[in-house]
């Protein structure tokens, strides 16, 4: 069974920096793609940002690029996302996500139907 484990959200002002980390269970780590979604408030679940076991590929949604780092550390079992220029709208619950589907896919994918572990999730707010 795997767990995944946030920390690092909190309340941050307009134009801050937050770094979230997420701490999975399992040997397997470093031969999956790992991800972070996000939930506002009266809103579905989006993805924000991937990372492949592969090379470090990573994808980010459009609202994040340039701001938003996602990186991993395979030896400590740790996915990061670094979190700069924030806004308000960036304001909701963060969630580490492990793709279903191995080294089979390389590139992360944005759907949520290809991830089947999710952490319990951490909140950030942004004031303005």
């Known amino acids: 069974q795997v767990q995944l484990i946030e920390s690092g959200g909190g309340l941050v002002q307009t134009g801050g920096s937050l770094r979230l980390s997420c701490a999975a269970s399992?040997?397997?780590?470093?031969?999956?793609?790992m991800a972070w979604f996000r939930q506002a408030p009266g809103k579905e679940r989006e993805f924000v940002a991937g990372i492949s076991w592969k090379d470090g590929i990573t994808s980010y949604t459009d609202s994040v690029k340039g701001r938003f780092t996602v990186s991993r550390d395979n030896a400590k079992n740790t996915l990061y996302l670094q979190m700069n220029s924030m806004k308000p709208e960036d304001t909701a619950v963060y969630y580490c996500?492990?793709?279903?589907?191995?080294?089979?896919?390389?590139?992360?994918?944005?759907?949520?139907?290809?991830?089947?572990?999710w952490g319990q999730g951490t909140q950030v707010t942004v004031s303005s």
């Open positions: 399992g040997r397997t780590f470093s031969d999956y793609v």
């Open positions: 996500v492990r793709d279903n589907s191995g080294r089979t896919r390389v590139v992360p994918s944005t759907s949520i139907r290809a991830y089947d572990y």
